[in-house]
Structures are given as C-alpha cells and as structure tokens.
C-alpha cells in the first residue's frame, strides 16, 4: 500500500527540521562566537559553521591549484574531491616544482600579475616573502573547534593560515652492486670517515638534507658537520632525481639525502634491482617544508578551503601515499612515513623551522665554501 503525504506536511516537517538544526547552531554557538570574535579582532576571517563554507563554495564552482606533486597524483586527487562536493565544475592543478618556478610565480604575485590562481604551493625556500600575499583566514582556529577537519599540527601555528599535509623523509639511496648495506653510514658523521673521501659520495648544492639535521643537532653542529663534509670533496650536483639515477646507473655509489619518494620512485624504476635506500638516524622530516596557502587575491576562496581540508582528510593522505608515492604526513597514523619513521628519532623541521630555514640554508651553503657544480 502508498501512502501519499500531503505537500503541506512534508514542508511542515522540513520547516521544523530547519528551526530545530537552528536552534542546535545557536546553542552550539557561544564558543563559536567567542573565537570568531577574537580572530576577527586580529584582522582573521573565521566561519563558524562548515556547512557556510560549502554554501559559498557552491556558489565559486571552480578551483585552481598550485602543487609539487607529481602530475599522476592529479586526476585521483581531482575525481575524489569533485566525488565529495559534485558542485564543482572546474578544478584544476597545475605543476609548479623547481625553486625558478617559484620565484617566476611570485614576482607574478608581487607585481599583481597572478591571475587566477587559488592556492599557491609555498616552498620553504620564499616562505617569509609569500606570507603578506596570503588571505588571513584562522585555519588554525576552525580546526581547533572543528569547523574544518584538519589536524591542527599540519597547521601554521602563528600564521595560522598555512596548512603542510605532506612529509618528505630524508634517506640515503646507494647502490648494492658498488657498496654492500653493512657499508653504507649507519650514522650521518660515518660520511666524514676516511674512506668516503674524494668523490666517494654524491651531495646537493641545494642543503636542504643537511639543514634539515639543525632541529636535532642545532646549527653550529650542523655547520660543522657541513664544513666537514665539504672536507670530504663529494661530488656536487643539483637535482634529486638525475643524481639517484647516477647512483642507480652505478656511476656513483650514494647520494646523501635523498627524499623518500624520491627514492621510491627511482627504485620502481630501476631494472637491475642495485638501487636501495637506508634511513638513518636522526631521520630528516621535513614536516612544514612545504606548504599550502590561498591567495588573497583568490577568486575562489571558499572553495580553496574545502580542498585544503580534504587534502588533509584521510582519503586525500591516502591517494598522497598511493600516487605521490609515500607523500602522506606523519601526523597521518598509518602513513608510510608514520610507519617507516615509527620508533625512530626524528629531527623534526616542523613550523618553528619553517621561517628559518632559508638563513638555514645560506649558512650551510656558505660553510661548503661556495662549492661548484661538477656537472
């Protein structure tokens, strides 16, 4: 039997649905309020409810992205967000991931010339010069009362409006068929022995590897260390994925530091099987290495939020770790990097870090002595 429900009933009922989820807002508001008035008063655009945010979002439609991912992670990314909010008609990543890339996209900001763009990839390379271009929302705050699901440590504790969802862990790639595993430094200082002298091991101009030990180390133990190693007559080079490919191709034995996906990615790739990677500790984890930030001249900022969360949800970690590959944060239990790094020490690069490690970097680089790229 059908039992056919007068239209004016069903919009009672609704009616009353609404008032009463009304109700429960305003009840649930007070807190909500409070810290909605105290960011504000801090010049911070804080929504008190997520439910507003898709609202708006609805109304943008479209989504523009800046990211150092790997262009295979996209199309995952993309379907499993449109899959969530459907509303979207337009979303689109673009692949933004040498330091001239960067540099190229900010004097764009700078002089206004940047059109288009949402969310803008921030390398911890510019990261002090990217900040006034970055709206002011209280990222930190909304996840705090659960108005945006994302775990707070992922968030920029003082800016607050800078969200890091990936770890880049640090490992040494080396090749078995040059040297054997019980070889291969099983502490950062073995590089510094005898034997590893004279171009014995591959290291970046770029320090991003050694830079990476001052949250364990300090920075006067890490220049040392840097002006030790420079000691060592490496061979410079410049690029993470040629110098793992000349490792791989038996042209050269280790790379120090290479980053995990990295690593990983070369390995799928490697035929002979001679390529392997060995984690040392301290493990370099380059938590707030980089970062993700909208733009205050965003067309669609609404929408940038609702990506920002969901590339923090478990299921965006989840296609970071599948396709990035092994990009997944730390803080993400169950990540690879949470795995691999589980019970070890870290030397954390977390925000604390994140403004300093450009001074970071030009003192190390400077403790090389100003080396010159072999190649």
């Known amino acids: 039997m059908v039992i056919t429900v007068p239209k004016k009933i069903v919009a009672s009922f609704t009616l009353l649905f609404l008032m009463l989820a009304t109700m429960q807002a305003v ?16 010049g911070y655009i804080f929504f008190t409810a997520h439910d507003e945010i898709v609202a708006m979002a609805k109304k943008e439609g479209k989504l523009k992205v800046g990211s150092d991912l790997e262009p295979t992670n996209f199309k995952p990314l993309i379907d499993a967000f449109k899959q969530k909010y459907p509303f979207f008609t337009d979303v689109h990543i673009e692949e933004v991931q040498d330091i ?46 659960g108005v945006l699901e994302i775990d707070p440590r992922m968030i920029h504790p ?34 510094l022995k005898p034997e590893f002298k004279g171009k014995k091991f591959v290291l970046d101009l770029r320090p991003i590897q050694v830079a990476s030990l001052v949250p364990a180390w300090g920075l006067e133990r890490t220049l040392e260390f840097a002006r030790k190693l420079a000691g060592q007559q490496p061979v410079w080079g410049r690029g993470a994925t040629r110098m793992i490919t000349a490792v791989a191709t038996g042209e050269y034995s280790m790379y120090l530091g290479s ?29 707030a290495t980089f970062a993700d930030g909208i733009l205050n001249t965003a067309a669609n900022p609404h929408a940038a939020l609702l990506w920002l969360e969901f590339f923090a949800s478990p299921e965006g970690q989840e296609i970071l770790d599948k396709y990035g590959p092994f990009r997944g944060s730390v803080f993400t239990p169950g990540s690879v990097a949470a795995k691999v790094t589980h019970g070890k020490q870290l030397s954390l690069v977390d925000w604390d870090h994140f403004t300093k490690f450009q001074e970071y970097e030009a003192k190390i680089v400077a403790a090389y002595g100003f080396p010159k790229a072999d190649r």
């Open 259 to 287: 980053n995990f996906s990295a690593a990983n990615r070369a390995m799928a790739k490697d035929r002979t099987g001679n390529l392997n990677y060995k984690v040392i500790e301290p493990v370099p984890s380059l938590n």
């Open 27 to 42: 009840a649930a508001s007070p807190i909500l309020l409070k810290a909605k008035k105290e960011a504000e008063a801090k």
């Open 158 to 191: 003082v800016d607050r409006n800078m969200v890091s969802v990936t770890s880049s862990i640090r490992v040494v790639p080396y090749n078995r068929k040059l040297i054997s595993e019980d070889k291969v430094p099983a502490k950062w200082e073995d590089f």
């Open 100 to 145: 001239s890339a960067h540099q190229r996209l900010l004097l764009e900001i700078k002089s206004g010339q940047a059109k288009g763009w949402d969310i803008v990839y921030i390398i911890i390379d510019l990261a002090k010069e990217y900040r006034p271009y970055i709206v002011k929302h209280d990222i930190l705050g909304m996840a705090r009362h």
